[in-house]
């Protein structure tokens, strides 16, 4: 079983930026490929959309096409967390983000592939 919980989220205005942490315990932490994914206003489970992955060793990262640029995802494995930095934010940014993990052994940008999940973190960016 492995527990996740994020933390970071809050009110930023349009252009500004903010980092995320999910720190991670109950499982060795360097044997988990790790993902943020977002959840929109008014948006269900199922639309949850995949914004950035790092493999176990850190050295793989994979953003989405909206994301590419901007978002920056990170780990320490010392430290058991992956972070999210986040610049350059947009009004459509606005979302509950979501930390997962992984066993599969590869990147993954789908949500079936993540086993584990934190309970997530308000972004609002104003305009």
């Known amino acids: 079983q492995v527990h996740l919980v994020e933390s970071g989220g809050g009110l930023v205005q349009a252009g500004g930026s903010r980092r995320l942490s999910c720190a991670a315990s109950?499982?060795?932490?360097?044997?988990?490929?790790m993902a943020w994914f977002r959840q929109g206003p008014g948006k269900e489970r199922r639309d949850r959309e995949f914004?950035?992955?790092?493999?176990?060793?850190?050295?793989?990262?994979y953003y989405a096409d909206s994301v590419k640029g901007r978002f920056t995802i990170s780990r320490d494995n010392a430290k058991n967390t992956v972070y999210l930095h986040m610049n350059s934010l947009k009004p459509e940014d606005t979302a509950v983000y979501y930390c997962a993990a992984s066993m599969m052994g590869t990147i993954q940008t789908q949500r079936w592939a993540y086993d584990y999940w934190g309970q997530g973190t308000q972004v609002t960016v104003s305009s």
């Open positions: 914004v950035a992955a790092i493999s176990r060793s850190g050295l793989t990262t």
């Open positions: 109950g499982r060795t932490f360097s044997s988990l490929d």
